[in-house]
């Protein structure tokens, strides 16, 4: 349904735009219907700009965005809005996304204004209301309301039943349950798990692995723009291949097993096991090096569905980690 | 013993009345002992690690007792904390190094500030020295302005700033939060290094998340809605605790290394009370599965096991 | 795949979570008892009401008391007028009251000339209000105008706008205003008043209304709404108009009030230096005149001291409710 085919993203930096930076690097992945697929990294992985590109928020510097066989990075403004009638977004901070200034449910009625102009009042409120009982909230305690006289988890909950006013097959989460406390954000995730059973497509983008691992049926692991590491979640999480994914999975606090456990399980101390690259297995050169044909693929698939990276973008960081530690 | 907090009661004044943040905190912390102070937003948790340090503006102390190893802490009196800041209780605030002073090189900004203190730069440099190679940082971090340094490492560097004059109490508060996870491991494991070595006695390392203190605490105190809900130790918090709150708050993290094929999480229905006009009886009462008529009385907290303390009337 | 389409009532409430997850959500906490504070009211920290703001400024002693002075001076300036038999440069008093102390029939004492310093003062509150409203509100329109376009559109427009703009602001404008207000007198097809004067000031102060209002909505760009916004469709200048705009309502008060303060000094010290309009009768134009007749040797100070009060009060009142607007809209500097 929606397809990212080597998607690039540079930003022209310098005083006179002579540098480049690449915040996604040939990154490739598709979300189905009744999916949800984890894009998860660190600061600066690239992981928000992609989902910002695949609403159109920031531009494809190359590559192509498919969304049912259309490349939606070059289409214009009129198709451009019937493409948001599809693929919507929700963002991290919930106080942000209100304007502070206007009630909260003003969102559903720009919704009204540009796609349902001719719809009537009384029958946009009992969308609204069906809409909001999808995301269990009660439209008597958040209708006519000011963003601030709402919680967080029930501001994002809002922002789910604007996109579900529209007829929409994906939807791009951004962080939106970080900034939510821990006794409510579970509630928002198991939303989410219930649109999907219901045929919705997700991406999940998200810092907290754990999240990631309770949610999404795939995962990709980014680290500085590359996608290092994706497959099934249970694959990714039970048998990381990639050093980055192996350090990035050690390092996460877990509730029930200490650091040391982890490292141990992870043989996070062999650095010859932690280095192996997969990648270069497949295609022998060395590691570090980058593809010399251009048309050899960022990623390897190392078991049927599961993609590794070359690893000397891992190494680094572990040595960097080495280095700290 | 380390320090010892009597009934601490800091309310925020508004428009409207009191905030009561922080509404009669009782505790010990032990030498040598890493707490964990965990809880959700508005429990109180950043309040009380202020009130232990400074009092902002609009907080207003209100009754309890603060002592640390064996000597009154004056909380209450904002100029006489002063002999007491940074030489016998320190802060970790979250984004300590974006407060300081950008045009000053970190070497200068802490000769300066040990001027303050009325002790010699020269003479704590080589100490100086040794910390920061043992946090990890490269030697000329000194030499460096603090937006040259990434944020594990301004982190690191404000460990071992406050804790320069080994300070019997150290305060953390929500170091980690901002940082990335795997530099966020390397920081949890630094504090921990420094309380091994003796560099402090004691520390209170406030954060959101449980399984962070997890990791690096050996005793976790939970907090609800501006008063404490259980304290014991770490391995009893996350594995058996007794507080309804405690439970359901645990058994709502996702976690890594389990698998969530069929099986879904539950959240905490409600949302904590309103802490202008909190509701009398045990604050949880509204969203407590347990509950029942008792919960009207406020519940003490009180010892059930040794080193395990919990304000619940189903427990006692 | 499945509609997600939510119309009215065909798609009931989807098939309940497997888990515990509680089928009401965390907005309705199950059989809570009545008077339990609903989840809107259970924020942790008070909830801010709409209009909380005026609350806030009714409190404010800095608003009252600035806001106070400055509006009973513009009352003053407006209404006094209405009951004066005379205009301000009238001769009409007797040759042996001239250049009198204030007394029960001349309440501020009379000039040399035979005017009547109370008339003098009165239109002159009146021709400096005027004279500061009308600067204040064309700077602040070019201003926000400039400021707007170059934040939100950006690129070569902002490089462009901001350009002109700095340039402006590195003119040396009361020189400049001293040469065209010379000028301005001199020639006689030029009808130079108070509102011509107005203009010029005006034309010359809002640069840093522009940076200000730029970088504003720079930072309100980048909120998350005006995404979300784009994400519904909404064009760009309405983005502008009913997104960001109305969050600046307050700044764009503050802005107005520095502006009319600036104005007010900026015409005095053009009238006292005689480069204004040299007609009517304004603050400034009151201070020359004292000055060029000696008013301060002889002792007339009645003659001065009223407009030099009138002139620093007014401003130093505005610039007073400026910082208690701040503190009002501001709620880091709000006093609890």
């Known amino acids: 349904m929606l397809k990212l085919d080597r998607i690039w993203k540079t930003y022209k930096v310098g005083a006179f735009g002579n540098k480049e930076l690449t915040a996604v690097r040939d990154v490739s992945f598709d979300v189905g219907p009744g999916e949800v697929v984890s894009l998860i990294g660190e600061s600066g992985s690239g992981k928000t700009t992609i989902g910002r590109m695949v609403l159109r928020l920031n531009s494809v510097s190359r590559g192509k965005i498919l969304f049912d066989g259309t490349d939606i990075s070059t289409i214009g403004r009129g198709q451009l809005k019937e493409y948001y009638r599809k693929v919507q977004g929700v963002f991290q901070d919930p106080f942000s996304s209100y304007n502070p200034i206007f009630k909260a449910d003003r969102v559903f009625y720009m919704i009204k204004d540009q796609y349902f102009p001719r719809v009537k009042g009384s029958e946009w409120a009992e969308r609204i209301d069906g809409a909001l009982r999808d995301v269990r909230l009660d439209p008597a305690q958040v209708l006519n309301k000011f963003p601030h006289q709402l919680s967080g988890g029930q501001l994002q909950r809002m922002l789910i039943a604007r996109a579900l006013l529209l007829d929409i097959k994906i939807l791009v989460a951004d962080e939106i349950i970080s900034m939510l406390d821990a006794s409510t954000r579970i509630d928002v995730l198991n939303l989410l798990a219930d649109l999907k059973a219901r045929g919705l497509g997700i991406l999940f983008v998200t810092h907290d692995l754990a999240l990631g691992n309770y949610i999404s049926t795939r995962t990709v692991i980014l680290r500085k723009g590359v996608a290092v590491e994706m497959g099934e979640t249970a694959k990714v999480f039970a048998d990381p291949q990639h050093p980055y994914s192996k350090v990035l999975l050690g390092s996460v606090p877990q509730l029930h097993k200490k650091w040391s456990q982890v490292a141990a399980e992870l043989k996070l101390d062999d650095t010859a096991a932690v280095e192996h690259c997969v990648y270069h297995d497949k295609f022998p050169g060395e590691c570090g090096q980058p593809p010399t044909d251009p048309e050899q693929p960022p990623v390897v698939e190392y078991q049927p569905g599961h993609f590794v990276a070359c690893a000397k973008e891992g190494r680094e960081h572990l040595e960097d980690l080495l280095a700290a530690a | 013993m380390s320090l010892r907090v009597e009934n601490l009661r800091v309310y925020y004044r508004t428009l409207r009345g009191n905030v009561q943040a922080l509404d009669g905190v009782t505790f010990r912390l032990e030498d040598g002992e890493i707490m964990g102070v965990a809880g959700e937003s508005g429990c109180g948790k950043t309040t009380l690690s202020k009130s232990l340090i400074r009092l902002d503006g609009r907080m207003q102390y209100i009754e309890g007792s603060v002592e640390l190893d064996g000597a009154r802490l004056p909380v209450d009196k904002q100029e006489e904390m002063n002999n007491f800041r940074y030489t016998e209780v320190s802060i970790i605030p979250q984004y300590a190094m974006s407060a300081m002073m950008p045009i000053r090189r970190i070497g200068r900004m802490i000769s300066e500030l040990l001027q303050s203190r009325g002790y010699d730069y020269q003479t704590i440099l080589p100490e100086l020295r040794r910390r920061i190679e043992l946090v990890g940082l490269p030697e000329n971090v000194l030499d460096r302005y603090p937006i040259e340094l990434s944020g594990g490492m301004k982190q690191r560097m404000v460990l071992v700033i406050s804790t320069l004059l080994n300070p019997s109490l150290l305060i953390a508060d929500e170091v980690t939060s901002a940082l990335d996870v795997s530099t966020q491991k390397a920081v949890a494991e630094a504090l921990v290094e420094f309380r091994d070595r003796e560099f402090v006695k004691s520390m209170i390392v406030v954060t959101h998340d449980i399984s962070l203190v997890y990791q690096i605490a050996d005793t976790i105190m939970v907090m609800y809605a501006g008063k404490l809900a259980e304290k014991a130790s770490t391995e009893v918090i996350v594995e058996s605790p007794l507080h309804p709150y405690t439970q359901l708050l645990i058994s709502s993290l996702p976690e890594v290394g389990v698998r969530y094929a069929d099986k879904q999480l539950g959240g905490i229905p409600g949302s904590p009370p309103q802490l202008l006009n909190p509701p009398k009886g045990c604050r949880f009462r509204d969203r407590c599965p347990l509950a029942f008529d008792k919960c009207v009385e406020e519940p003490p907290f009180v010892e059930v096991a040794p080193g395990h303390s919990v304000a619940c009337w189903k427990v006692n | ?336």
């Open chain 3, 1 to 336: 795949m499945t509609d997600i389409k939510t119309t009215s009532g065909t798609d009931a409430v989807p098939a309940g979570p497997s888990g515990g997850a509680p089928a009401t959500g965390a907005a309705a906490p199950p059989g809570s008892p009545p008077g339990t504070p609903s989840a809107a009211a259970a924020a942790p920290l008070p909830v801010r009401r709409r209009g909380e703001w005026l609350v806030f400024v009714l409190r404010n002693k800095k608003v009252i008391g600035g806001g106070g002075v400055v509006l009973a001076f513009l009352l003053f300036g407006l209404l006094s007028p209405l009951f004066l038999e005379h205009g301000p440069r009238d001769r009409f008093i007797p040759q042996e009251r001239r250049a009198e102390a204030p007394s029960t029939d001349f309440w501020l004492g009379t000039t040399r000339f035979g005017e009547d310093v109370f008339t003098q003062l009165a239109y002159g509150v009146r021709s400096t209000f005027l004279v500061a409203v009308l600067a204040a509100l064309i700077a602040a329109i070019i201003g926000m105008t400039v400021g707007f376009l170059a934040g939100y559109r950006g690129g070569f427009v902002d490089e462009l706008l901001m350009m002109v703009t700095n340039v402006v602001l590195v003119l040396p404008v009361f020189i400049i205003l001293v040469v065209v207000s010379s000028y301005a007198n001199e020639i006689p097809a030029f009808d130079f008043n108070r509102l011509t004067q107005a203009v010029v000031i005006g034309l010359f102060s809002w640069p840093w209304v522009a940076r200000a209002v730029r970088a504003q909505t720079l930072s309100l760009r980048s909120r998350d709404f005006v995404d979300l916004a784009r994400l519904t469709g909404v064009g760009t200048l309405s983005i502008v108009r009913k997104e960001i705009a109305p969050n600046m309502g307050s700044y764009l008060v503050m802005v107005f009030v520095l502006l009319f303060a600036g104005a007010i000094l900026f015409a005095a010290a053009l009238d006292f230096l005689g480069l204004g309009p040299s007609g009517g009768m304004s603050l400034g134009l009151m201070l020359n005149f004292s000055r060029e007749w000696s008013a301060l040797h002889l002792g007339h100070w009645w003659w001065f001291i009223p407009p030099g009060v009138a002139i620093t009060a007014i401003t130093g009142a505005a610039y007073i409710t400026n910082v208690g607007l701040d503190e009002v809209f501001n709620p880091k500097l709000r006093e609890m």
